[in-house]
């Protein structure tokens, strides 16, 4: 781009890292370095662009032979272990972090041709990190119309007798969720608390002060989201207030996030092709697939900052507690704030 230096307006972290490996396709030859104020999200960063430029060209042999990767992730305290050569492009995923001390001292020594830093769109941004992110990298080249909402996930615990599963993948995912009368009870209960907003019921699951102030808002709106219908029906035997959505051709697909009953069960299907606007996203389906929901997370609206999405760990069966593994690391993969309740019951 013609912009040399400059501020880029990221939502989340997961939106940072889909700018770091659109940098790395845009520029196949270039050498990018990428610093961070600590070795934690050093680690972080690197294992997180590692699998998404797995099979691109991110790696190169020197006229040596040695390895060498295109893209590095080092500290700030630890530029200067790059100064030996010069690099295309330096980016600061947390451009306020970069105003400190340890990145001011360290970032001079680095040679680069293009310096980038990704920064939050802010209403009201700190002055003193203002001055210097204009002083050291320039002013925003490019923002974002409005910023995704943050999601927060917290995985509440099952109870249960041990399942007996079929060998079969259908089988077993009815038998570990859709007609898991115990495992439906805890979806169903959990739900209500939030439509009643029963603080109290909830902090006694394991829930933070932190997740229960979304009940502070005026218009609470929740969703159960199931596989499909089967499920649905079997917790609307147990929540005959709740409203339900599937693929139907009611409205148009770009048209009925408003018109969704409140609170309402929906299937894997509709959320996959409709808009989903809710405070509260009960996750019922189990499974070990990512969470499937179009336009998710929601644009950030001013009164719905964030989103508060419930899952479940599935201790009772080793099959379903992987399928509970695997989708937390997928929610850790995409962003997201993720915390086990349990650990809050003591």
Not at 310 to 316: E, H, K, P, Q, Y
Request: positive net charge.
């Amino acid at each position: 781009g013609r912009h040399r230096t400059g501020r880029v307006e990221v939502a989340n972290d997961a939106d940072a890292v889909d700018r770091l490996v659109l940098l790395a396709r845009a520029y196949p030859a270039a050498r990018i370095a990428v610093a961070v104020p600590t070795k934690r999200e050093c680690g972080r960063l690197t294992h997180r662009l590692g699998k998404r430029l797995l099979r691109r060209r991110i790696w190169e042999k020197d006229e040596w032979g040695r390895v060498e990767r295109r893209v590095r992730v080092v500290t700030f305290r630890h530029l200067g272990a790059l100064s030996d050569r010069p690099w295309d492009v330096l980016v600061l995923p947390d451009g306020a972090a970069a105003t400190g001390t340890a990145a001011r001292e360290n970032i001079p020594r680095l040679d680069y041709r293009r310096l980038y830093a990704f920064v939050p769109p802010q209403r009201r941004p700190d002055r003193l990190i203002e001055r210097r992110l204009e002083l050291m990298v320039g002013p925003v080249i490019l923002r974002i119309r409005r910023p995704r909402a943050a999601v927060r996930v917290a995985f509440l615990p099952t109870s249960g007798m041990p399942v007996r599963v079929p060998s079969d993948a259908a089988g077993a995912r009815r038998v570990m969720y859709w007609q898991n009368a115990q495992r439906n009870w805890v979806v169903a209960t959990v739900a209500e608390w939030f439509m009643r907003r029963d603080g109290a019921a909830l902090k006694g699951y394991g829930l933070t002060d932190a997740a229960l102030a979304i009940l502070d808002r005026p218009a609470l709106k929740a969703v159960i989201l199931v596989e499909n219908t089967e499920h649905s029906r079997v917790l609307r035997r147990v929540l005959p207030m709740w409203g339900a959505a599937d693929l139907t051709p009611v409205a148009p697909a770009d048209d009925t996030a408003d018109r969704l009953p409140n609170p309402s069960i929906i299937t894997e299907a509709y959320a996959a092709t409709h808009p989903v606007i809710a405070d509260v996203l009960v996750r019922a389906t189990g499974t070990p697939w990512p969470l499937r929901v179009k336009r998710f997370p929601p644009v950030q609206r001013h009164a719905r900052p964030d989103v508060l999405v419930i899952d479940f760990t599935d201790t009772f069966h080793p099959v379903a507690a992987d399928h509970a593994r695997r989708r937390r690391e997928a929610y850790a993969m995409n962003g997201m704030e993720v915390a086990d309740a349990s650990d809050a019951r003591g």
